[in-house]
T-cell receptor
Framework: DAGVIQSPRHEVTEMGQEVTLRCKPI?????LFWYRQTMMRGLELLIY????????DSGMPEDRFSAKMPNASFSTLKIQPSEPRDSAVYFC???????????????FGPGTRLTVL | QKEVEQDPGPLSVPEGAIVSLNCTYS??????FMWYRQYSRKGPELLMY????GNKEDGRFTAQVDKSSKYISLFIRDSQPSDSATYLC????????????FGQGTILTVHP
């Protein structure tokens, strides 16, 4: 398995521009998570989906952030308009439902490093 | 106050040392505890997990949970340069699939 795939790996944009981050979860996984990591705040959960349906988006910082999962193999995180404080590494993770409780660990992608100038 | 507190370090130790990494938490509902390892410019990977209180050992790694003190630890014996990474603790109140709350991560360097 190729693991969780994220694109782009690096993104540099100017303030005010729209940014779209993409994620392909591991095939067969039912849950998909979007995280943001900064030095100041550490790793924060933004939103997660179960069977393509958003379950908890309480971590989404503002209305400028939106996430979609149109099918089981693709999700996007969009920031519009972007601001310098959005600069961070954004991770996507996925996990399955084997019925063995929390032993179904989250598998993280390599991350997208976003810089907003 | 954050739900999970973790000393960011950095922590630098010589090869072969015993390393102790710790997290404290405030939410008594947390029942599931995990440690992730994150190499530079990579995503986190699960290292160990434990449920409720007690110890769990896996090779050179031992995870310890003290729910009465709301304190968890990860011990690394005979540390190696390849152990140099950021270690993040994570916790959840639900048995699975729910959101994890992460500590800030401790940067560890093991020098030869």
């Amino acid at each position: 398995d190729a693991g969780v795939i994220q694109s782009p790996r690096h993104e540099v944009t100017e303030m005010g521009q729209e940014v779209t981050l993409r994620c392909k979860p591991i095939s067969g996984h039912d849950y998909l998570f979007w995280y943001r990591q900064t030095m100041m705040r550490g790793l924060e959960l933004l939103i997660y989906f179960n069977n393509n349906v958003p379950i908890d988006d309480s971590g989404m910082p503002e209305d400028r952030f939106s996430a979609k999962m149109p099918n089981a193999s693709f999700s996007t995180l969009k920031i519009q308009p972007s601001e310098p404080r959005d600069s961070a590494v954004y991770f996507c993770a996925s996990t399955g439902t084997s019925g063995r409780a929390f032993t179904d660990t989250q598998y993280f992608g390599p991350g997208t490093r976003l810089t907003v100038l | 106050q954050k739900e999970v507190e973790q000393d960011p370090g950095p922590l630098s130790v010589p090869e072969g040392a015993i390393v102790s990494l710790n997290c404290t938490y405030s939410n008594s509902a947390f029942q599931y505890f995990m440690w992730y390892r994150q190499y530079s410019r990579k995503g986190p990977e699960l290292l160990m997990y434990t449920y409720s209180s007690g110890n769990k050992e896996d090779g050179r790694f031992t995870a310890q949970v003290d729910k009465s003190s709301k304190y968890i630890s990860l011990f690394i014996r005979d540390s190696q340069p390849s152990d140099s990474a950021t270690y993040l603790c994570a916790m959840s109140a639900t048995p699975s699939y729910g959101k994890l709350t992460f500590g800030q991560g401790t940067i560890l360097t093991v020098h030869p």
